[in-house]
């Protein structure tokens, strides 16, 4: 009966104690989607993603899970132990047992609801980190899309203002052609009032002229004849 008494203060030791760890595990996955919510809130724009693999609340939901699936499998081993043939019988007892299986069954299923929720709430937590990190990826690439066309913006600029430049050089060189065509007009039209004004000089320039012929026409017949000669001498 004395180790039955034992049994039975172990076994309410213990429950107590899982139920005390059950509540903290209750309220550390309640807090699970403010955590989330924190790290989506923090530094930097929009905030970060949230990790449940590197953040507390992971680690000590998994710790949590196996410290709780511990001593839920010690209290269904001391339930067995009470149950055995070798253990005392009676109405009490019964009762006792049956009590003990009853709470066992109610933590065994509150911590399959609370581990579910925790999975939920991880689960959603990740997603919004996904869904946040996408939006910040597409702001990022965003912005980087718009520094790239105001940069191809300002190239373009700076090729207008360079034709523009090269159009200017253009205008001013005609402008000078022109003008310079215009002196050259000038020049010509004093030469030709000239050369009116003084009759004489058209006589000389033609004399000039019919004597460059007439020496050049001397000079083709005089190197017609030394060919010819040329040509006798060495046919001999």
Known sequence: MATYDSLRRQLRTLESSLDAKLTTYSKLASSIPRQAAAAGAGPGPGGSAYEPGRGSARGGTEELE????GMVDR???????????????????????QRHREV???????????????????EQANLLGSVRGEIENYKTSRTSTT???????????????????????AHDTRAEFRQQARMLGGVQQRMTGVLSDIPGINN?????????????????????VCIIVLWHYMGR
């Open 75 to 97: 209290v269904r081993g001391l339930s067995r132990i009470l149950s055995t043939p070798s253990a005392p019988s009676g109405p009490s007892v019964a009762h006792a047992v």
């Open 104 to 122: 066992l069954q109610d933590y065994t299923r509150d911590f399959r609801r609370t581990k579910q929720n925790v999975q939920t709430a991880l």
């Open 147 to 169: 520094d790239a066309l105001l940069s191809e913006r300002g190239h373009i600029d700076s090729s207008h203002r360079m034709a523009d430049e090269l159009l200017q050089h």
């Open 204 to 224: 000389i320039l033609g004399l000039i002229q019919t004597r460059r012929r007439r020496d050049a026409v001397i000079m083709g017949v005089l190197i017609a």
């Open 66 to 69: 196996e410290e709780i699936g």
